[in-house]
């Protein structure tokens, strides 16, 4: 296992030395930790109580004492949309990793082992796949009643075949390299090469499939709450606050603004950054010295 | 021993030219049979059919020698080679390896033939996994079989391996992409030795390495065979190096083998017109000789191993195909002591075709 | 005789991420009418650049100096528009590779006469008669009916006379041969080397033949230069440059073959791997490996090519005397 974890500890050095190198990528990881803070701490950081009404103040535009503006019942839109930042996080990270936990398990199974076990298990995924996410949510939140956790199932059960199917592509062009037919004659197992030699050489995809759907689940959450079946009120969330503010497009513009331009930014950090990952993690673009310094 | 090195580093010290070294025939007591095929036909269902890759193929190696494969592409004679470590399902016949039949066994039991039967694949690097370290692919073996306790010894292992291939114990922490052609193969070969397996398959070895590698590499693998006292067959197109290489050699021709013998005796005295046609094919690097050579070119190309001819194999190419050659499909046998060929007019047609 | 093609100082210089690759540092060679030149050297010796180069089919991040003469045309000079033309007129091409070298959905009449008809402004129909007259010229049987077949009915060798016949099709010149056998097995090589040896004759084309392959050389050219680390160490006339080879590196190379003729002892080995064009010596670029190792000015100074006989030049400070024959 040691050898597992000096190569484990050079890629993650690995990776913060490009990051310093790469100002884009350096952007969205700053995003990135600034929402993680906001979402862990936001409530305690936030200017006022997200449910504070206040009437003297509705509707109020940006300005020193609210500079996100104030809301139809005169609350803290800054407040609402930092607190909100938790729910959305949570709900990318959850259902992302329900989906990519469970997608790339069938995925390499059914690309490694191709036959009978292929064919039922991508029959099942394209089933899911046909399912709208709404109609799947709605069905779950029958069964689960309406919440946080019956969106994050939902959107998690969504995003399971692209990821499934991800994997899978991978793992057949993976397979069929010599050095997986080298790892077989030397004897080793198939789990072993699995997880030894073809699910690292598919890391690239799937990382870049992570950021994306991180960003598309943030998205999902706000359909989502929308309808009611996600958040619920008084609850803030991104979403809810987005399509909430879309009755005063034309008088309050910073009610749909600011949450929506708060999905867009951690939708572009992700995305950021995911390109970066990819590139750092293909040791063949790394220089001799860099390499050296890694694995010393 | 310091004389072979000397004799590696310095150019121009000369090949044995007095002739002495090539015309004593290299004599061994028969040994143990360390991996044997009998009959074996391999057999791929594809959408144009099914390609028979190797359709009757016997041998034997034993330990100790190099006994070397030549062929032209579809010939079989790598799918022969993976039939050794039953990287492909036998369609007939049978794999035996130390005595044992290894032709059904299943999944799990093929895993320690793998330790038996190492292999050094052709472009050593799409063999090596780009993401390892050099350390971790020569460990694997280590890994997989429990060969070493703990990370330390594993290390030592592994230090150990790449010194017997020539390499400095600080590459193991690099990336193939790091290493030349050479090192790369250097490394193929090390984690086929970790096993300490008692047959390496040598697939093509130096195939896409330069030149100058490629006798790095053929010295490397005879000084390991003779420290080590290993075990080799040794699969290649190139007729001179397995000439070099190998104690005994065969030749394929679309899934069969058509000769046997010694290099010396194949070399001189080809029996069958195709190994005569390919000893004829091969440049030679001289080219006063390359003038006065009298060449044999085969017309056409080889056939599809879907749909091989019948009779003879060959007899679609062969310049002394006779109406004969349509009707028996000839089996080895000797022409000389040690010396095969499946050809009914063994060594007549080959005198045949070079005296026209 | 005028040279077909004439290459003088040639460097061609490629950008990349780990600075400027020198593929080739200064090279010089003319092949003339009915000559083959062939250029011969391991991978990265700058062979293959070389001949791209001059043709200006070199990569793009590529910058390229030197002259480059086809007949009494200077290449260099000229709009890509006005090299394209000459190089479609006067220049065919084969590459190793046959399969990629053709389209697959295209028949391989109309690959075959596709530049002619744009080049000698051919009617399809004539075209068409032309396509039959090049793939019976280079031996394709029942030419006939074949021309209408696509690339992949064909084998990897009849495929690789397809691309010879494309090659002549507007009946060049020159014909430069990049690796053409060396994806093909060995009785496939000696029917492509015996059929580009026959159509020269035939034709009069000179052939720039690029190979890593010294058998292949002995048996085609007429004069070979050796490459390394993107220049040329020794050239002359084949029988000059292989019965006395008179720089280290070809000398090694020679001796590095197995020869069945002489036993199974060690071979002779050249320590080391060839030089990265990113990082070429200052000096004699083959000095880290040579087996004379010479002094300081190798390792700092480049040698100059100096004549060692007639039209056989050699570039290092130690020529070895030619004096008789190897072995």
């Known amino acids: 296992m040691s050898e597992q974890q000096i190569s484990r500890e050079g890629q993650v050095r690995r990776a913060l030395s490009a990051l310093r190198r790469d100002p884009l990528a350096l952007t969205g990881t700053l995003v990135l930790a600034v929402l993680v803070v906001v979402g862990v701490g936001g409530s305690w950081l936030a200017p006022s109580g997200i449910n504070e009404v206040d009437v003297d103040v509705m509707l109020q535009p940006p300005s020193w004492a609210h500079p996100f503006g104030t809301d139809e019942l005169g ?38 082992y191709r036959g009978w076990l292929d064919n039922v298990l991508m029959r099942c995924m394209d089933v899911l796949f046909a399912f709208p996410v709404l109609l ?40 069929e390299q010599v050095f997986v037919r080298a790892a077989v004659s030397v004897g080793a197992s198939d789990l072993r090469i699995m997880r030894r030699h073809v699910l690292p050489n598919i890391a690239a ?56 331009a708060a999905i867009f930014v951690t939708v572009l950090a992700f995305n950021l950054v995911g390109d970066a990952l990819r590139d750092v993690l293909d040791p063949r673009q790394l220089t001799v010295s860099e390499a050296r310094r890694s694995t010393a | 021993m310091s004389e072979r090195q000397r004799a590696d580093h310095q150019l121009n010290a000369a090949v044995p030219a007095d002739g002495a070294h090539a015309a004593v025939p290299k004599q061994r007591d028969p040994g143990e049979v360390v991996a044997e095929l009998d ?55 049978t794999v035996r390896v130390a005595g044992e039949d290894v032709t059904r066994w299943s999944r799990r039991r ?60 600080e590459l193991a922490d690099r990336h193939p992409h790091e290493l030349s052609g050479g090192q790369r193969q250097r490394v193929g070969i090390a984690r086929a030795l970790a096993g300490e397996p008692d047959l390496i398959v040598l697939d093509e070895p130096i195939a896409s390495l330069d030149l100058s590698v490629q006798a790095q590499i053929m010295n490397l693998l005879r000084r390991l065979q003779r420290d080590l006292g290993l075990t080799y067959l040794f699969i290649a197109h190139d007729l001179a190096a397995v000439e070099h290489m190998s104690d005994r050699m065969a030749v394929m021709y679309l899934g069969r ?65 006779r109406p004969e050659c349509a009707e028996t499909d000839p089996v080895l046998a000797e022409v000389d002591p040690d010396h095969r060929a499946a050809c009914l007019f063994a060594g007549e047609a080959v005198r045949a075709m070079r005296s026209r | 005789m005028k040279p077909v093609l004439a290459v003088e100082d040639l ?11 020198h593929a080739v540092a200064g090279v010089d060679w003319a092949v003339r009418p009915g000559e083959t030149l062939a250029l011969v050297g391991e991978s990265g010796s700058g062979k293959s650049m070389s001949v791209l180069a001059a043709t200006g089919l070199a990569p793009r991040t590529a910058r390229v100096t030197g002259r480059v003469h086809l007949h009494d045309t200077e290449l260099t000079g000229l709009t890509e528009e006005r090299r394209r033309r000459l190089r479609g007129r006067h220049i065919g091409f084969v590459f190793q590779d046959p399969m990629t070298s053709l389209n697959p959905v295209l028949t391989v009449g109309r690959q075959v006469t596709e530049a002619a008809e744009e080049h000698l402004a051919l009617t399809r129909r004539a075209a ?93 050219a007429d004069t070979v230069a050796v490459m390394y680390g993107g220049r040329i160490l020794e050239q002359g006339p084949v029988d000059a440059v292989f019965g006395a080879p008179s720089h280290p590196y070809t000398g090694a190379l020679l001796a590095a073959r197995p020869d069945p003729a002489a036993g199974g002892g060690d071979l002779v080995t050249i320590a080391g791997a060839p030089p990265s064009p990113l990082d070429l010596p200052a000096g004699c670029a083959f000095w880290p490996r040579c087996p004379v190792r010479g002094d300081a000015r190798c390792e700092h100074e480049l040698p100059p090519l100096v004549p060692v006989s007639a039209g056989h030049q050699v570039r290092t400070f130690y020529p070895k005397p030619s004096d008789g024959e190897r072995r």
């Open chain 2, 110 to 169: 093929l895993r320690a033939l793998r330790r038996r039967v190492a292999m050094v694949f052709q472009d050593p690097q799409a063999s090596l996994d780009p993401r390892l370290t050099i350390g971790a692919s020569i460990a694997e073996p280590l890994i997989v079989h429990r060969l070493t306790d703990g990370g330390a010894a594993r290390r030592r292992r592994v230090d150990e391996l790449l010194d017997m291939v020539g390499l400095r114990g």
């Open chain 1, 136 to 175: 799947l949510a709605v069905a779950i939140v029958a069964v689960l009643g309406p919440g946080l956790t019956t969106a994050m199932v939902a959107i998690g059960v969504v995003y399971t075949p692209i990821f499934a199917r991800v994997t899978r592509a991978g793992v057949l062009s993976v397979r």
């Open chain 3, 128 to 220: 068409r008669s032309r396509a039959v007259e090049l793939l019976d010229l280079v031996g394709i049987p029942s030419a006939g009916q074949r021309v209408d077949a696509y690339p992949h009915q064909f084998s990897g060798g009849m495929r690789q006379r397809v691309v010879i016949a494309m090659a002549l099709a507007c009946e060049p010149d020159l014909l430069i041969a990049d690796e053409p056998t060396t994806a093909l097995d060995v009785t496939t090589q000696a029917q492509i080397v015996e059929l580009v040896a026959d159509l020269q004759q035939r034709l009069g084309t000179a052939v720039v033949w690029i190979t890593h392959d010294l058998g292949v050389v002995a048996g085609i």
């Open chain 2, 257 to 321: 083998i058509v000769e046997t013998g010694t290099p010396a005796q194949i070399w001189r005295d080809p029996a069958h017109p195709y190994t005569a046609a390919l000893l004829s094919a091969v440049p030679v690097a001289d080219p006063q000789a390359e003038r006065d050579r009298r060449r044999i070119i085969l017309s056409g190309d080889i056939p599809s191993p879907v749909d091989p001819p019948g009779g003879c194999r060959f007899r679609t190419r062969c310049p002394q195909a």
């Open chain 1, 205 to 260: 995809p799937l990382i870049v499939q992570t950021s994306l759907s991180l960003a598309f689940a943030i998205l999902s959450e706000a359909a989502l709450s929308f309808l009611g079946l996600g958040v619920q009120p008084p609850d803030p969330a991104w979403g809810r606050m987005l399509f909430d503010g879309r009755g005063f497009v034309t008088e309050a513009w910073w009610l749909g603004f600011f949450p929506g």
């Open chain 3, 11 to 21: 460097t061609v210089t490629i950008g990349t991420r780990r600075g400027p690759a």
């Open chain 2, 39 to 93: 009959d074996l036909a391999v057999w791929f269902p594809t959408p144009a059919g099914v390609v028979r890759a190797v359709d009757g193929v016997s041998l034997r190696v034993r330990r100790g020698e190099t006994l070397g494969l030549v062929g032209e592409s579809g010939s079989g004679k790598s799918t022969a080679g993976l039939a050794l470590l039953r990287l492909v399902d036998p369609t007939s016949g």
């Open chain 1, 75 to 112: 609350r803290d839109v800054l407040s609402r949309v930092m607190v909100a930042a938790r729910v959305s996080l949570q709900v990318g990270l959850v259902s992302v990793g329900i989906a990519l936990v469970v997608g790339v398990t069938l995925g390499l199974f059914a690309g490694y």
